[in-house]
Each structure stands twice: as C-alpha cells, then as structure tokens.
C-alpha cells in the first residue's frame, strides 16, 4: 500500500464525526500521524482512534473544545508532545445554527464566530511555531462563502466568509517561511449537519452531480493540499461542490 504521507503529522480539529472523521482515516491511511479533537463524542472518537491504531496507524483523540482558546492550545501542545512536531493543521472543527435575520440570537452569532471563526485563527497561532518548511494550514470552510443560497444561513455563511479572508492573510504571513494556507469550501455533504431530510430534498435540485457529496470526496482534496504535489497551491480557496455553484 502506498503511503504518500509517511512520517507527517497532523491535527484536526473536530475528527469524530462527518468530514473531520473522513479526513483523520484518509491522513491515517496516507500515513500521517494523527491527533484529533472533538467536543462532546468521546465514544466515537476512542472508536476511531482504535480503530486507526488496530491498522498500524498512530492516531491520538483530545477532548477540546473549539471554542475555548486554552483547549485549542492544549490540543497544539499535546500533539507536538505526542508526536514530536506538526506539519499538517486541519481547521474542521464548525457548526451550523440557522435562523433568518429576525430570529437569530446574538447568543447564536456569538456561538457561530466562536466556533467557526477564532479557533481557525488561534489554532494555526499556536500550531506555526511548531511547523517547518512544507506546513501546510488547510481550513474547511463552505461553498456558503460564496453562494448562500437559502433564508437562514447569514450569519454561517459570514463565518465562512471569515476564515476564507483570514486563509489569504494568514497565507501572505507564513509564505515567506514555506508554510502554504488554504481554505477548502465544500457544497452540501452527507453529515449530521445536513442529516434532515426535508433539507437535503431542498439542496438536491442546485446539485449538477444529482447528489450531495462523501466525507470521503471532501477528505481527498484535503490529502491533495496536505501533498507535495500542492506546494505551489497558497492562499486560494478550493471549490468541493458537486457542481452547486456551477
Ligand atoms: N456537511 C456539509 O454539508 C458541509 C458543507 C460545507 C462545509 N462544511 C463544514 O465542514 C466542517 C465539518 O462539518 P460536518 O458536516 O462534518 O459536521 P458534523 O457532522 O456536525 O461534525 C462536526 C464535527 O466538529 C466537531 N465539533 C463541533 N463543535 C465543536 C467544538 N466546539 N469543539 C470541537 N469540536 C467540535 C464535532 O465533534 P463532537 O461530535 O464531539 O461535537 C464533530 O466532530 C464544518 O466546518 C462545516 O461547517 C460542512
């Protein structure tokens, strides 16, 4: 089997479930190292530390929550005690709270940056210091950065907005020292975020593939930046959609 990216290691943010989870087996299985945190799905996370473990991979599941800047620095510092080093950050860690403009509380709005946005930008400050020449930052951000389109997801969409401005600036900063940054947006995906049925009905129509798209899809182009074959790839955002801007 060939293991294209043998002895990196990396941490992703929010691996338990959906694309995160997607994303630790795919590095795993390329033969990265891999720490991953999660928030509430400790089960799920030992499961699939185990799991990764029992095939000969190292893996390392970290309780922390995003939303606390401490714990995003804790999750840093422990993979680097851990493994020795980090060459991969995946910012995946994010939510979903919707609501049209007269209903949604500014609690929420509070909930969704301090989820979605700060820890993208506090974990790759404390991840830096730790990464060489060749680091890579790679941020799951969404296609809503772009294209809304439905009633309900503003204030999403702007977090996703956020980090894709923020992976341009944080790509101009760490250029000059080999380390690339960049923003995946991918489009409706099957995960317990989109698990609602009468949503999925509601997407199914703008998608030009007929389907939404597989943690596993959303996975490959992060292995893909991850790569070497990414090098010269910085500061850009990388559509993963299934055709639904198209
Ligand atoms: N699904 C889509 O259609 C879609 C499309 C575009 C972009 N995205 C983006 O892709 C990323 C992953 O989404 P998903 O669909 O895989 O969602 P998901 O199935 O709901 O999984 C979310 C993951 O993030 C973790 N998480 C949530 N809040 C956290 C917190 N405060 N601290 C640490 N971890 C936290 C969860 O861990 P726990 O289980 O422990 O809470 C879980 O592992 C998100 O950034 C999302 O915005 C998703």
Redesign the pocket.
Known sequence: MSKPLSGKIALV??????????IVRRLAHDGVAVAF??????E??EALAAEITAAGGAALAIQ????APD?VRMAVARTVGQFGRLDILV??????LRGVVDEFSLDDFDRMV???VK?VFVATQAAVPHMGEGGRVIT?????ADRSGFPGASV?SMT?GAVAALTRGLARDLGPRGITVNVI??????????ADEQAQAMVRPLMTLGR??K?AE?ASLVAYLAGPEASFITGSALTIDGGYLA
């Open positions: 943010t929010g691996g338990s479930r959906g694309i995160g989870a997607a945190t999660y928030a509430a799905s400790a799920k996370a922390a929550d995003s939303a714990s910012n995946n860690a994010g939510i979903l301090a989820v979605n820890p799951v951000g969404s296609v809503t999403y996703k947006q991918p489009g409706p995906t099957e995960t317990d975020m989109n939404l798209g943690d959303i």
